[in-house]
Structures are given as structure tokens and as C-alpha cells.
T-cell receptor, first 112, second 114 residues
Framework: QKEVEQDPGPLSVPEGAIVSLNCTYS??????FMWYRQYSRKGPELLMY????GNKEDGRFTAQVDKSSKYISLFIRDSQPSDSATYLC????????????FGAGTRLAVHP | SAVISQKPSRDICQRGTSLTIQCQVD?????MFWYRQQPGQSLTLIAT?????????ESGFVIDKFPISRPNLTFSTLTVSNMSPEDSSIYLC???????????FGDGTRLSIL
């Protein structure tokens, strides 16, 4: 069993839709949770960085962490064609100085 | 956040040869990391590049295959040695600017071995 499970998709939605991306994990010691966006032929770009449980909002993006269920989510409101990319969840035991454990990534396509 | 530059951006190499990948950061950072992203798979940490000491390798990665240098707080290199087609991957450098800060990535080096 992988430490972090993420549905690879692909996920195809119409422009303006609300997108929900999810990851589950097995190690209850994870404390920091991240979402990265990766466009083709580019490196991962940090979208959201959260510590412990709760919600965090940044513009059209909302990250949720439920440590009791070992489940994290990223919601994208009013999705745009420019949001078409691969979304990677990642987590770590204790902040940036530790290795990140990544999910497989979900490919998202937003069509006009 | 720090600006991270990787060179080369891509290369095609012959089996049995070696390639050195450079990672340059525009500010001093404590921690630098090297990850591999194999085709269709997610990122896996190869090693942590420590300034002034040997790199710390993850299970399954060895120094003879992936020697790493970290001569100062803004620069690191990863060498992929004695390459085989199985080494065809994207190699990514990341940095963390503080203990509780997230890692940021460069755009990677796309390596193909013939």
C-alpha cells in the first residue's frame, strides 16, 4: 500500500465548475500538507501549504485537511481552462526540511 | 520565494555516460533536495544535499550512482552516472528557505537515455 493515494484521473470538467481533488494517506504522523500544480514541461508550483487540520482559502482555491480521517482535499471554484494541469498532493512529517511524500497526481482538464 | 534555475533543461545521452545537472538559487537556502519523476509516476526523493558535508541518500539510491555536491548555500549538482535507459526521468531540484517553510521546485531536467 502506498503512503499517499491519489486518483490519477484524468478529470474533465466544463469551465466554471467546482473541482474537488482528494488524497488519502496512511501515516498519522504527517503534519504538513501541500498541493502543487504542475504544467506540462514545468516543475511543481506550490499552491497551498497547511499545517495540521482545518481549512485554508486562497482566492479560488481552498485546501482542507482532516487528520482524523487521514484525508486532504483541494477545491477549485470557478475553474478556468488555465487550471488544466496535474495536481499533486504532498505531505511531510515536520516542515520543509523533511522529504515530501507525493501522491501520483491528478490530471485535470477544464474545457471552455 | 526563491528563484531556482536548473541546467540543462533537457538532454539526450548515450548509455554508459554520465551527466551533471546544476541547480542555482538566487538566495542562500539551508536545505536543497533532489527528486526524480519517472514517466507517469510521481516524485521520489533521491537525496538531501547538505552544505559542507556528504549528501543524505534515500533507500534505493546510492552515492556511486548519484553523486551530489553542495559547495555553498546557493548551488548544488547532481550527477547521474553510468546511465541506462531506466534512468530516463525528470530530475528536479527543490529548496526550503526555512524549517517550517514549504519546498519550492525548479523546472527540472528532462533526461532521455538511448
Amino acid at each position: 500500500q502506498k503512503e499517499v493515494e491519489q486518483d490519477p484521473g484524468p478529470l474533465s470538467v466544463p469551465e466554471g465548475a467546482i473541482v474537488s481533488l482528494n488524497c488519502t494517506y496512511s501515516n498519522s504522523a504527517f503534519q504538513y500538507f501541500m498541493w502543487y500544480r504542475q504544467y506540462s514541461r514545468k516543475g511543481p508550483e506550490l499552491l497551498m501549504y497547511t499545517y495540521s487540520s482545518g481549512n485554508k482559502e486562497d482566492g479560488r482555491f481552498t485546501a482542507q485537511v482532516d487528520k482524523s480521517s487521514k484525508y486532504i482535499s483541494l477545491f477549485i471554484r470557478d475553474s478556468q481552462p488555465s487550471d488544466s494541469a496535474t495536481y499533486l498532493c504532498a505531505m511531510t512529517l515536520s516542515g520543509g526540511y523533511n522529504k515530501l511524500i507525493f501522491g501520483a497526481g491528478t490530471r485535470l482538464a477544464v474545457h471552455p | 520565494s526563491a528563484v531556482i534555475s536548473q541546467k540543462p533543461s533537457r538532454d539526450i545521452c548515450q548509455r554508459g555516460t554520465s551527466l551533471t545537472i546544476q541547480c542555482q538559487v538566487d538566495s542562500q537556502v539551508t536545505m536543497m533536495f533532489w527528486y526524480r519523476q519517472q514517466p507517469g509516476q510521481s516524485l521520489t526523493l533521491i537525496a538531501t544535499a547538505n552544505q559542507g558535508s556528504e549528501a543524505t541518500y534515500e533507500s534505493g539510491f546510492v552515492i556511486d550512482k548519484f553523486p551530489i555536491s553542495r559547495p555553498n548555500l546557493t548551488f548544488s549538482t547532481l550527477t547521474v552516472s553510468n546511465m541506462s535507459p531506466e534512468d530516463s526521468s525528470i530530475y528536479l531540484c527543490s529548496v526550503a528557505e526555512g524549517k517550517n517553510q514549504p519546498q519550492h521546485f525548479g523546472d527540472g531536467t528532462r533526461l532521455s537515455i538511448l
